[in-house]
């Protein structure tokens, strides 16, 4: 299938300034670069309240609908940015949107990223938040038996890994996980990696520079850098993934489907035609992104305990 109009004119644009590669920039270019790309969202959704928490040290940000009361079933929300860059300035408009349309709370964490603090610095941030929003249930609002764990790219997989990390730990777990183009193979092993890797803005420099900068050293098999491999899936709870045509993770998130249903996990797998890795930021030029925060929306207000 094509690219959607407006994605398609800027993989033109990408193209034709010959292909510029993360590689090249530097870690405050990326950074400030992803920051800038946020108009892409469309128009701030405003409503919905938000506010900014420190728990314990980490800083979270809290998305309400507006007037609230009392605790509410709630999405921890993961940004993506490769490991090194994103955050609440990013995905400003994706946590408002989904706490609107959901009608649930949204909280976001803020992890440290790479290549300041190389793994297990983001890994650790987001169990440790995960937690501490768990046993602080009154105070963040929340629904214990309801909680989302999501995100996006590399938030997808800091999700998936906090997931298996509880499952460890044998305290709680989440009532579902949604993961949006989750990177999952730090050895970049799947066919899309090849067809989809240099032409689609987010390319494979991109996601193997990100991968580098994070876990600095570390075998890129390692059950914590690429998550697709493991063998410890059984007792997750309903894992939803995202996938998109033209990315370069694609196949690497529908084998993981493939995986978990091997494993006894169930959940569901869609692919978005005509979209490229990181369409559910460009709900202000693509017609799936508007389409898929609708149905993530739907997905999380009506799982039940």
């Given at each position: ?87 609440f300035a990013t995905h400003d408009n994706q946590l408002r949107q989904l706490a609107f349309y959901s009608g649930c709370r949204v909280i976001a964490v803020q992890y440290r990223l ?174 799936s992104a508007r389409d898929v925060m609708q149905c993530i929306a739907r997905q999380i207000s009506r799982r039940e305990e």
């Amino acid at each position: 299938m094509a690219l959607e109009p407006e994605i398609a004119r800027l993989v033109k644009e990408f193209i034709d300034a010959g292909r510029p590669s993360s590689r090249l920039q530097s870690i405050e270019e990326r950074r400030a670069g992803y920051i800038a790309s946020a108009v892409l969202a469309g128009e701030t959704e405003w409503r919905v309240s938000t506010e900014d928490l420190e728990l314990e040290g980490l800083t979270l940000r809290v998305v309400s609908p507006l007037n609230a009361d009392g605790p509410l079933p709630t999405v921890i929300y993961f940004h993506g940015g490769c490991f090194v860059s994103g955050g609440f300035a990013t995905h400003d408009n994706q946590l408002r949107q989904l706490a609107f349309y959901s009608g649930c709370r949204v909280i976001a964490v803020q992890y440290r990223l790479a290549p300041e603090h190389p793994y297990p610095a983001a890994h650790d941030d987001a169990e440790r938040a995960a937690n501490l929003i768990w046993q602080h249930a009154e105070l963040t609002g929340v629904i214990r038996q309801r909680i989302t764990l999501a995100g996006d790219s590399a938030g997808a997989h800091i999700a998936l890994i906090t997931a298996l990390r509880l499952k460890a730990s044998s305290d709680w777990l989440p009532a579902q996980l949604i993961l949006i183009y989750p990177m999952l193979d730090a050895t970049a092993q799947s066919p899309s990696y090849e067809v989809n890797g240099d032409d689609y803005i987010i390319t494979r420099d991109t996601l193997l520079s990100g991968y580098e900068a994070y876990f600095q050293g570390l075998d890129p098999g390692h059950a914590e850098a690429s998550p697709l491999f493991r063998q410890d899936f059984a007792g997750l709870p309903p894992v939803h993934i995202v996938t998109a045509e033209f990315d370069p993770l694609r196949d690497e998130g529908e084998a993981l489907f493939s995986r978990l249903t091997e494993q006894g996990v169930s959940g569901t797998c869609q692919r978005y035609p005509g979209v490229i890795h990181g369409f559910f930021q460009l709900g202000g030029i693509s017609q799936s992104a508007r389409d898929v925060m609708q149905c993530i929306a739907r997905q999380i207000s009506r799982r039940e305990e």
